[in-house]
């Protein structure tokens, strides 16, 4: 890295999509904004319903307390019984003076915003980013939850026909989602510590854009209890990949929505809660986007989520923002507002202490399931899994090269289209018959009564002519994906079968 | 038409754009319906947080009252002191035998769901789509409010490089968005009686694929207080628009956000409320979809609406749902269920009683909005409106072939991109300076304190190459559209500075 680069900031705006540049503003917040050019301004103009027209008046969310004097609050809201606090936001042409200091009255919440939304609303999602990330240069804007953001940064900076790098194993919807946009995949190795550096720096710089068209120039990655594989990036790993993507000019999509779901403490400094530095917090250069998530700290019904980025990037997924849902629900704006700036609310360090009491308890259930896999599962010396760092997953690799059915295949077939569950084109040259086993091995846990996620779900959708290998993702797809994030009662009933179809299926000859 | 169209339905697969065709299901969404296929399955498969993990107990809204004992519920509702009836929806863990009533547990609306959401929630807008257009064989499907809907919608039938027909004057953020997707727009001539059948046929039955690409396919329309010009089409006229639809093939896309502000009664018969029969209500061959909204109705803030549609076009935007923004959200899904189908909601019967008492309000506010704008505004002489048979807005005309500084252009000019707002290539060949004129009149609003929206925000960006017309557009942009959803307490000042800025704008000569 030269020091120029770490001097300046590098103007990133060749990285914006043809879509994007030739997306114009929503006309009506054009106009919008001219009505606020002076305060005394009548407005005619824009089609907002008076607030007496709505037949709401209040909305009141009883929560969990987070108090100090809480010892342990998710603990205690576990009792049915126990007491609850509640935020709520009112009409506030009916409001008394103890209304009054809601930090959001339903009029705002519920009329039409620009696609920032309110201004509350944005001060919120700003309260809660600087504490735990305290990015450079940073913006936040509001999403309808995490695969919402992360698709419209796919809109944002990708054309037909580009490139984009993901770790090899990735969460299907998104990278699913991208091949409809025309966006092709470019795997990049994954280790027990998560992406592999090196093979990321290797791809980009073995890259031929005769055979392979446009250099990747986006790299879209899961930094903390990596879904599926459960995986989590080091520091040290997430300075080298900072300093690749500066080096190779790449924008990094830093999809985190298990960031407060580290279970081992962080070897960063000076980070609330000994959570890991996130990419976005050592963003120098504005290539970093952000997507964060409410579903894992809240609830995935909140489908409530925003992005951090730079001023310049933000620019243009506002417009992209405005020309689609327009600004997020006034129900979850109000809800955010509330619980962070609301008089009642827990403000930032009251849902710091939710969500290190929250994931106090998934590290309760990451071992609790743990010991059940070991004593169900494990035992049975055809499946092996290592507790994640993070998330709430357990990735577990099934033995199937011990398999009494499993073969080498003779030489490389090109048979691409068989076994994988999304049906997308995936590499040739598999040298192993894991794709069957796999298939056969998922459709006896059904029979039996029990559904795992098959890694295949996960295997990332890539082009298989750009990318053979000696190694083919295909030979390495013997995982299975489970979660300790459901009910208690149906972890030992689940696994106990796990375990049985596993010996059955190891001993099964034909 | 023939026979055999009424008769049987035509197979309407070929309107769906390449993107949906090459848009494979969430995969998620396929291991999560495996996880049902038999009701004791063992789900370790999706990563749903237990609903123990949420920090929220109870949501609760206080609503105005609806039943047959309240007169008029708007008018009773706006006395801050008048009681309010209550829904809420609460964990089911906590809940005793009264909580257990209510139609969705709260653990049920904020967990993950398949696009569809959830299964009550769909239910709420099949009741609602039911009573008030009883479509022949149509599903409901959730959207983010009226924009994402419509978005969606384009997303499902263009390529880029498509036609798309329209209002010759729309609502902007819509047909702007569709731009960037490549979308070219295609005008069709609206008159006080919103578009106009034989125009349609005429473009449709004069199209020359040579010179203008592909013929259209679809057609986007606002059949009700239609957005910016506040005309409602007829019931003459919606059945020969359907028929030219399916004589040339065409999809429609009925945004209707205005359908229940209509104060003229209905020409058709066997509608609730005497309600205009929507398109999708004859739409015996699936090729209307429906784009509903909860802004009107309920408020803005709300975004959350549904399409209704056939089930071939409902499987493929179910697809396209689960890969963006995944399914609404919980607070919204709540609201709707316990309205329509809660114990304490109001029923479809309660929501027509609420929405033909807002109806009633919003025609005494265009009246009152009349009487003042004739008074202040049309007084001058230099403008005039007529009020609207539905919807927000009035449509008024600056009378500007009587400025004294109007003239005619000396000959057709090539300066296509000036004056209008959006900044999107424009017809050219006009004849007036309405478009300066118009600039002028409307900075002049700014200064003096009132904001309207001018005509050209409206006007549908089309290109001009392709209809070089003897009647351009630009020479119709003489145009403001003023609302009446505001405050009251503002209409009056703002109008009079309307007449004022007329008064001085037309005594102009330099």
């Known amino acids: 890295m030269n020091i120029a680069m770490t001097m300046s900031k590098p103007d990133l705006r060749h990285h914006l999509s043809s879509e994007v540049l030739s997306r114009k503003e929503n006309p009506m917040k054009v106009v919008q904004r001219l009505s606020m050019r002076n305060s005394n301004m009548i407005s005619l103009a824009n089609g907002d319903p008076h607030f007496s027209l709505y037949p709401i008046r209040k909305v009141k969310f009883e929560v969990a307390p987070v108090s100090d004097e809480v010892e342990d609050p998710f603990m205690s809201w576990q009792n049915p019984n126990s007491p609850s606090i509640s935020f709520s936001s009112s009409r506030s042409d009916i409001s008394s003076k103890s209304l009054s200091s809601e930090s959001i009255p339903l009029n705002a919440a519920l009329q039409y915003h620009g696609g920032t939304g309110s201004d509350v609303f944005v001060h919120a999602m700003e309260e809660l980013t600087n504490y735990y990330h305290n990015p450079p240069n940073h913006k936040c804007l509001n999403t309808l939850g995490n695969m919402d953001g992360i698709v419209k940064c796919f809109r944002l900076l990708a054309n037909p026909g580009d490139n984009i790098l993901a770790d ?64 989590t990036l080091n520091l040290q790993r997430r300075k080298e990949i900072y300093a690749i ?12 929505p298990y960031y407060f779901l580290q279970y081992s403490d962080s070897d960063g400094d000076a980070v609330p809660s000994n959570l890991m530095p996130s990419f976005v917090s050592m963003d120098t250069e504005g290539r970093v986007i952000r997507v964060e998530s409410c579903s894992k700290t809240i609830a995935p019904g909140m489908r409530l989520g925003w992005v951090v980025c730079s001023p310049m990037f933000y620019e243009h997924m506002l417009h992209l923002v405005e020309s689609s849902a327009q600004f997020s629900h006034g129900f979850g704006q109000i809800f955010l507002s509330e619980m962070i700036l609301g008089p009642q609310g827990w403000g930032v360090l009251g849902f710091d202490r939710w969500v290190q009491s929250l994931r106090k308890e998934y590290q309760r259930r990451r071992d609790h399931f743990q010991v059940i896999f070991d004593h169900e599962v494990a035992s049975t010396g055809y499946a092996s899994a290592e507790a994640p760092e993070a998330g709430m997953f357990l990735w577990i690799r099934i033995h199937l090269d011990e398999h009494p059915r499993f073969k080498l295949l003779p030489s490389r077939t090109a048979d691409s289209k068989n076994g994988l569950i999304q049906g997308v084109p995936t590499i040739y040259g598999r040298k192993t018959n894991f794709l069957e086993l796999m298939d056969e091995f998922f459709e006896n846990c059904l029979n039996a009564g029990v ?60």
Chains 1, 2 share one sequence.
């Open 451 to 510: 559904v795992l996620t098959p890694s295949s779900v996960f295997a990332l959708p890539y082009e298989s002519s750009l990318f053979n290998t000696d190694d083919p993702l295909e030979d390495r797809i013997n995982y299975v994906r489970a979660t300790f994030a459901g009910p208690y009662e149906t972890m030992e009933p689940g696994l106990k079968i796990v375990g049985q179809v596993l010996r059955d299926f190891f001993s099964s000859n034909e």
């Open 245 to 256: 993507a500066c080096k190779y000019d790449l924008v990094i999509i830093e999809d985190d």
């Open 168 to 231: 090899e194993f990735a969460f299907g919807p998104p990278t699913n989602a991208a091949l409809s946009q025309g966006i092709n995949w470019v795997p990049v190795r994954i280790d027990k510590g998560g992406l592999i550096p090196s093979d990321l720096e290797k791809v980009l710089s073995d890259w031929d854009e005769e055979t392979k068209g446009r250099k990747p120039r986006v790299l879209y990655t899961v930094p903390c209890g990596q879904n599926p594989t459960g995986c």
